[in-house]
Every structure is written in C-alpha cells, then in structure tokens.
C-alpha cells in the first residue's frame, strides 16, 4: 500500500462534499507529474485530503477504490480520475504551519512542490501526520471537523 496527498481547495471540491458522495472520482488535475502520481495509485492506496488555500490543512483520509482511467472531461485524452471514498475524517486539522515546523516532514513534496495537487508521502511521515492530528474519528463524517 502506498500514501498520498491530494489538495483540493474547499471552495471548489471539500472534505464536506466528498463525505456527502461516499466515492467520487479525483478528477481535474491537469499538471503532468501529478497526472502520473495518480497513475501509480492502486486500489487501497491511502490519500490524505488537504483543503489548500483558505484552510491549508490536511483534514481527512480517503482511499483509492479505482485505478487511473481517462478524465471525460479531459479532450486531450491526457489527464486521468481516480476513484476515492472519503473514509476518516482527522481528530484535529494538520496544518501546513505544523507541517513546516516539523523537521521529520521537511523532505515532504507537499513542502518541496507546493503547487502539485498529488503528491506521495511516505509511510513514517504519513504515520507523523495522523499523529500530529491526534489520531482518525470514527467515521467520515463533515460534523468531525467541528
């Protein structure tokens, strides 16, 4: 199994959204390289969810429940979705100040590659992550997060 990131700013697709559809597709992503971290996701991947600009915070863990497959909506052919169900929301909201702040996560691409919308982490700074946060609720639920 491997991890990764996913940003999507809460505007446009949020955490809230994403529980209310259970799986969605991850669609929309129209940079190459993340393009190509998301086609080396598999089924039972996990991602954490990160609203970026107003919030910036990771909030939520989903897993991959479908592998890449052509974006319909993408006319190049190019760019691909990639199906996630919203599983755990986060005890707390990590933050990218603490993200920064923690020099175990400063080779993170999240710090490195701000603006790729995909990227991988790896599994001890995935388990630092769920740790700065606490720990998963139950449930995905959008009432977690207050």
Known sequence: M?????KSEPECWSW??????????WDGVRNHQANGY??????????LFYHS?????????????APWSP???????RFGVVGM?????????VTLAQIKADPR??????????????V???AEAWAIILDLAGGLTDAASPAALR
């Not at 809230?16 to 969605?24: K, L, S």
């Open 2 to 6: 491997a991890f990764w990131l996913v």
């Open 16 to 25: 809230d959204d994403h529980c209310r559809a259970g799986t969605a597709p």
């Open 38 to 47: 998301m086609k080396a996701m598999a089924p039972g991947d996990q991602a």
């Open 53 to 65: 600009q107003s919030q910036r915070a990771a909030v939520g863990v989903l897993t991959v429940t």
């Open 71 to 77: 974006d319909p909506d993408d006319v190049t052919g």
């Open 85 to 93: 169900r919203a599983d755990s929301a986060l005890r707390h909201p």
């Open 105 to 118: 996560l400063a080779h993170l691409a999240l710090l490195r590659q701000s603006r790729l919308s995909v």
């Open 120 to 122: 991988p982490i790896d």
